[in-house]
């Protein structure tokens, strides 16, 4: 191959014009003809480089190609071409690259003494042993010991896969005792559940399990084959319940459509919107958990969907109008709540303040309002409720003070007013008394404990009085009694004397009316003055009987007086 006009410069320039091989000067012997000739060879993968090139007589490229040594590439000598000037950089470049395919095998044997995976170290080998085969400038020397080195790679890894099986067989002998009870029950899992999904998984699980445990092939077939047709049993399984399942999901999609339209229809026609949109939720809790097909899942949810929307949709315009409603309601109860504000603020009475604001609150509580507006108002009136409060606790302190004051006055009253229950002879002064504390219990301000206990201190006051004023009564019962009775003792007494007088004027006069004569004229005189005196007579036993009358009179009044005393 002919060299480039560049080459041929560079060549004639460093040759100065003689032949590469014997020195002969292609100027002074005209006869000379000069050939192009590669060191490397083209077809040994010699370049068309300066260092490479070299211009030879013909007689010297005839001699070159016909002795043998000339045939191959890695035994020629540069001596031989002094003439031709090399520069010596072709034996640098063999230099480096013989370092380099060194360094790579070096590399390589390092990696066979500690990989992991062998194959990979293997393949490394293969490639550099290629890299090498394809050096063909390479001295016999070199190559010997470069394949050399390579070779005893290979013998490590060799003696590593020797090992190494060893050490499988005895780890896969290990690893089935292990894998084979797992494989069994999943197996045996798989062909009583119902639960295929699972059992699937499972299956999958100890498939993988056993592809990536050390196994021998062998057994790993037999474990595939197994697991394989557990495979197919569980799926001749699935496709029976399969079509149970068709059944179970038409039966309920029929059974929740109805659910649902009654549903739809019922949100459709509901006033209250909560109650509707329950009605539609409760409908979507009892599509959860049924066997349904997705598309038809997809239908019955899409009806609850168009449902709520229709339903929201409603609730929007209600809202609207709702909002209108709210504000004009706003405006009217905000007038009352503010005058109930001011009179609380205002009242020294809070019972009456209270009233006040629990009326505007329920007032806000039966008209339409924003949810923020409602409680913007509530907040309002929980604000004056709180100062009411804080007023109020401040005056129940002067209050607790004043109370605590009057209930130990009244106690110290009360106390004296029950000594003079005890002692004192004047009861309608002890019982006027007692009234007035009463009263002045009732009157004055006292904690309701305090004025129980002071009612209860004047009961026992009353009591004692009571007791006192009753012995008091019986003892003057008692001493009028007698009295009456010593007093009854006496008018009998006195019957008695009245009744001897009576006694004594009947004697008198059953002896005056014998002594008047009839038709006696000298005895006129004398019947006369015995007549007056039967007048007399009779007269006063009439004043006896009469005295004799009231006396009695009086003694009946005296017992039914004693009666009442009993």
Do not use: W
């Amino acid at each position: 191959m002919e060299f480039s006009e560049q080459i041929l410069n560079k060549l004639h320039e460093r040759q100065k014009g003689n032949c590469g091989h014997c020195g002969l000067n292609f100027e002074l012997n005209p006869n000379l003809e000069g050939r192009h000739y590669y060191l490397i060879p083209k077809h040994f993968g010699g370049k068309q480089e300066e260092d490479n090139c070299v211009i030879l007589c013909s007689e010297c490229l005839d001699k070159i190609e016909a002795d043998s040594k000339y045939k191959d590439p890695t035994l020629f000598l540069l001596d031989e071409f002094g003439p031709a000037n090399l520069s010596g950089d072709i034996i640098k470049e063999y230099n480096e690259s013989l370092r380099g395919i060194t360094d790579e095998i070096e590399k390589c044997l390092v990696e066979v003494e500690i990989a992991t995976y062998l194959k990979d170290a293997r393949n490394k080998l293969l490639e550099v042993r290629s890299k090498v085969d394809a050096m063909f400038l390479l001295y016999d020397k070199h190559r010997e010991e470069l394949n050399r080195k390579i070779q005893s790679g290979f013998d490590v890894i060799n003696s590593r896969l020797t090992k190494s099986k060893k050490q499988f067989e005895l780890k896969s002998e290990e690893n089935i005792k292990i894998i084979r009870p797992e494989v069994e029950n999943t197996i045996k899992y798989s062909k009583g559940t119902t639960n295929f999904k699972d059992a699937r998984q499972k299956l999958i699980f100890i498939q993988s399990e056993v592809r990536n445990t050390t196994l021998r092939k062998h057994d790993k077939d037999v474990f595939f084959k197994d697991i394989h047709n557990a495979f197919d049993a569980l799926r001749i399984r699935q496709d029976e319940e399969r079509e149970q399942y068709e059944m179970e999901c038409s039966e309920n999609f029929f059974r929740l459509k109805a659910i649902i339209e009654y549903a739809v229809d019922f949100a459709a026609k509901a006033e209250i919107f909560k109650s509707g949109r329950q009605k539609l939720i409760e409908a979507q809790h009892q599509i959860k958990g049924q066997v349904l097909k997705k598309d038809k899942r997809d239908e019955l949810y899409g009806m609850i969907r168009a449902a709520f929307d229709a339903l929201n949709k409603r609730q929007d315009s209600e809202r609207a109008e709702f909002d209108k409603i709210s504000g004009e309601n706003y405006e009217k109860i905000n007038v009352i709540v503010n005058d109930a504000i001011e009179f609380a603020k205002c009242t020294d009475i809070f019972k009456d303040a209270r009233e006040a604001l629990i009326k505007a609150q329920k007032e806000i509580k039966d008209i339409p309002l924003k949810r923020v507006r409602r409680n913007e108002l509530y907040g309002r009136i929980r604000e004056v409720f709180n100062e009411i409060n804080q007023r109020q606790n401040q005056e129940r302190e002067v209050y607790e003070g004043e109370c605590s004051e009057n209930y130990h006055k009244l106690v110290e009253k009360i106390n004296t007013a029950a000594e003079g229950a005890e002692n004192a002879p004047d009861f309608r002064v002890i019982r006027d008394n007692l009234i007035a504390l009463q009263d002045e219990v009732k009157i004055l301000r006292l904690k309701r404990e305090h004025r129980n206990d002071l009612f209860k201190k004047i009961r026992q006051a009353f009591t004692i009085f009571d007791e006192r004023r009753n012995e008091y009564r019986d003892v003057m019962k008692v001493e009028k009694r007698d009295k009456l009775m010593s007093i009854i003792d006496n008018l009998n007494l006195k019957i008695d004397r009245i009744n001897e007088s009576i006694a004594r004027d009947r004697e008198m006069l059953e002896s005056e009316r014998p002594a008047i004569q009839p038709d006696n004229a000298a005895a006129d005189d004398k019947d006369s003055q015995s007549a007056s005196q039967i007048l007399i007579i009779e007269k006063r036993i009439r004043d006896k009987e009469k005295s004799i009358g009231e006396v009695s009179k009086r003694i009946t009044d005296i017992n039914s007086e004693l009666d009442k005393l009993k």
